[in-house]
């Protein structure tokens, strides 16, 4: 089932590393017509691809606040303490990122400096489907409450129902997400890129998707709404040498498996042995899933790399970049402090991915398909725009104001050079 | 020339700060052709694409390392230090960019952190044509080179003659950029993103270019290669009240206009005389330019607002969301500190926009077309990315592990609850 290659020769890494191409080109027809009509159409377009999509018909789209505010009644005893405590922790991880303001005299006269501000209107889009995915409501509206966005917009199809299921309203009721609509799809991408009747228009969309959704994204993003990152299928990487244990090794595996048959597992090892059991422990961890079927396709993909030692490990790591890595090394620390390619790390025999997934406080909307080489995670960062600041004195000028001249001339652009000459030319007046 | 508008209505806004739409879908046959090229023929497309448009034969891309390190002495003794001076400031703003390391722990035994982590491979695009943008390599390539990357590779067109002006070379030499090539255009972009013989392939790609380039860049970025932000027609707005100097204004406003035909310059003022006297400081000093049929195409697209109150200025100031700002008021920095949509901001009278196109020590690579509502300029951050890392103990897993069976069992993720309960089995088993 998961295929073991020994001592790779690094000119086969790209191939090995290669995730299957993902292409949106053919929904370009559909994704232009739902954003076009929801542009023109407002709330009515939307309503109409909720009756046609999600197989509901709907008069509002949004969620009042009471319903909001009285979710958490509806969540069992064990799950509502259990989210409180993820989301402190994500809280207490992403408050930390805040930047101190940099406020510098770069020379004399001249002081520069730069402000984080909040992205003023910014809109979640939460998935549907049998699994209320309330996980990733808490790590996108934390941050952005922590970054401090007046208005956080959250999208989620609903039910048949017409409901959103009550753990992503507590979700966004404890997070402070300001406003909630019952709208999925590329529609709900298009009514918070260009605004309806009912569902105001934002700055920058977050979250993850189905395929139309990420080609609405992908599309709006053209259009200067700005997103959080390029999407794809989810990924992991074990790092192991003959300290791990393929018990542990198999679970994350899996636990990555079970996202979509699409989702990427590799595991690279120093050892034949390890590599081997872990296949064996994947056999028969997989038998007690309820997600079998999802899991065995994923695991065709999936891939154990045996290497001849770990600095060889570390640099295929490094080249495929992969979304999660796990490094379950004896020398774990060390190693970690080689790896510059990946969304986020996680050391240790007692470290598995699905601890970051809900509740150790990182973020884990994170860079796939290879984007870890130029992209980071989710962060606070993510919902702030940073502001730089200028203010020169007269004396400030009279230093510095010769180099922009003589550089704005050089670059032949007279007006630029004159903005400085001006002011020179006054700032001697007054002085003589 | 100028258009005057007094006291707009709120909702006359949205479309006084509309821009021209920019589309290059048009061009989208002749960008797909180009890259599909250049990823199939590599060195040999690119230097048949160079005949093309550059009208030069060149055998090979590449400029000697040689040629970059002489490059200074064929620039004249003020433009060397002029140079040196500004990358001075420059490094020492973007140095000081640098986050500290983020390390906690968010509940016990579960400690998190992050480390900025370089861009290993960057490429920097500076366009050719009459004037060279040696400025932009500066803005570029320091803090490519503070941020640690390894890589820094620069793409500029070669001249009739073959050669690429030496003050981008110079600048090339002076901060940190690894190799140059004599590489314009969407071929460029193309190489940088493709790689080919001669030209490595990069993760993210960087500056200004004509609608070419910004179709080519705007294109890779769909196949997973990161660029800086969406590109637009560069933009001034100038907020000013009694205590402003016309004159000032107007020479800000010329500058900017002198960029291109479709610049965009905006004066918002709680001051009639000052917006009618800025209208025939422009006219007065309009007839002194170079480039005076530029800027006069650019005024054209210009306005004047005149506004009740600074507070409503500040607002329409907002809703615009200018690319570079210049608050001329009595009381700038308390004005500054209201200010949440815009890529830079200069305050007072002796602060003039090219200071901070030059020299003043912030990026000059900053968002336009409104997109300072959720962007921000090139800063140190864009060449860096951010790793998260967690290490759990066995203690903080047999705490924070139950939060986390119980969250991924209501999200129907079994084999992420399993990855943790074979673990704390195993903690048991070992405790008994």
Chains 1, 2 share one sequence.
Not at 64 to 93: C, H, M, V, W, Y
Not at 123 to 147: H, K, Q, R
Not at 340 to 348: D, E, P, Y
């Amino acid at each position: 089932m998961m295929k073991i290659v020994k001592n790779p020769p690094p000119s086969s890494w790209e191939q090995l590393t290669k995730r299957p191409a993902l292409d949106t080109a053919f929904l370009e027809g559909t994704i232009n017509n739902i954003l076009s009509r929801v542009r023109n159409g407002g709330d009515q377009a939307v309503i109409q691809f909720t009756k046609q999509f999600d197989k509901v018909e709907i008069s509002n789209l949004e969620i009042p606040l009471e319903t909001i505010k009285s979710a958490g009644d509806q969540l069992d005893d064990e799950l509502k303490p259990a989210i409180q405590t993820a989301a402190a922790n994500i809280r207490k991880f992403h408050a930390a990122q805040a930047n101190g303001l940099l406020d510098m005299e770069t020379s004399p006269g001249v002081q520069c400096w730069r402000r984080s501000v909040p992205i003023e209107k910014v809109g979640i889009y939460i998935p549907g489907g049998t699994a209320p995915l309330f996980s990733t409501v808490l790590m996108l509206a934390i941050p952005a409450n922590e970054a401090g966005c007046k208005e956080i917009i959250l999208c989620s199809p609903p039910g048949t129902d017409g409901h959103i299921h009550p753990a992503i309203l507590y979700a966004a009721n404890i997070t402070g997400v300001t406003r909630v609509f019952r709208v999925g799809g590329a529609q709900a991408i298009a009514a918070m890129a260009y605004g309806t009747e009912s569902v105001p228009k934002v700055y920058k969309i977050f979250g993850p998707g189905n395929q139309y959704v990420t080609a609405a994204k992908q599309k709006v993003s053209q259009e200067g709404i700005a997103i959080d990152m390029p999407a794809g299928p989810s990924e992991v990487a074990v790092l192991a040498d003959e300290t791990a244990r393929p018990d542990f090794i198999a679970a994350d595996l899996l636990s990555q498996a079970e996202h979509g048959p699409d989702s990427q597992v590799v595991l690279v090892t120093t050892s034949e042995t390890i590599a081997s059991e872990t296949a064996s422990e994947l056999r028969k961890q997989l038998s007690r899933l309820p997600r079998v079927q999802v899991a065995i396709k994923a695991l065709e993909n999936s891939l154990a790399v045996v290497v001849p030692d770990l600095e060889t490990g570390v640099d295929f790591i490094n080249a495929y970049a992969p979304e999660h890595l796990i490094i379950a090394c004896k020398d774990d620390e060390i190693v970690s402090e080689r790896i510059i390619n990946s969304g986020s790390v996680f050391l240790g025999n007692y470290t598995p991915e699905s601890a970051g997934d809900y509740a150790s406080g990182t973020n884990h909307t994170l860079p796939t398909n290879g984007a870890a080489r130029a992209y980071s995670g989710v962060s606070l960062e993510s919902f702030q725009k940073k502001i730089t600041y200028q203010k020169i004195s007269a004396e400030g000028l009279v230093n510095l104001g010769p180099v922009v001249e003589t550089m704005a001339a050089a670059e032949l652009l007279e007006a630029h050079k004159n903005a400085v000459t001006i002011r020179l030319n006054a700032i001697k007046s007054t002085i003589s």
